[in-house]
Nanobody
Framework: QLNLVESGGGLAQPGGSLRLSCTYS????????IGWFRQAPGKEREGVIC????????ERIDAVAGRFTISRDDDKGTVDLQMNSLVPDDTGVYYC??????????????????????????????WGQGTQVTVSS
């Protein structure tokens, strides 16, 4: 069992920045790939960015390339999402989630969001409650 809690959401102007944090707790012996998903009003939830269980490989959708970065600190039990150059289309509820589905050479990998599309969320077993991000002037 893994517990996930998001924090750091809020209101930002276009071009601004926000930093979200996902704090996780549970079995310290297990490592998970951690991803961030978002759900915009009236739209389906989509995978945005993810980091593998040892923090060496990330996956992201094209829409956030060059703007969003993800990092993890397993000593603190946190995965942070730094969002820069925000645009109104970034508005939504942001969720962090954990996966141990894709195992490869000693670590758990992230799904390639641009390839698997909506099916990506099926690979994540544990979810936080979400935090609202609103980008508006």
């Amino acid at each position: 069992q893994l517990n996930l809690v998001e924090s750091g959401g809020g209101l930002a102007q276009p071009g601004g920045s926000l930093r979200l944090s996902c704090t996780y707790s549970g079995d310290p012996a297990k490592r998970y790939a951690i991803g961030w998903f978002r759900q915009a009003p009236g739209k389906e939830r989509e995978g945005v960015i993810c980091i593998n269980s040892i923090g060496t490989v990330t996956e992201r959708i094209d829409a956030v390339a060059g703007r969003f970065t993800i990092s993890r600190d397993d000593d603190k039990g946190t995965v942070d999402l730094q969002m820069n150059s925000l645009v109104p289309d970034d508005t939504g509820v942001y969720y962090c989630a954990a996966s141990r589905l894709r195992y490869w050479t000693g670590n758990f990998m992230c799904p390639p969001f641009e390839v698997v599309g909506r099916a990506a969320e099926d690979e994540f077993s544990f979810w936080g409650q979400g935090t609202q991000v609103t980008v508006s002037s």
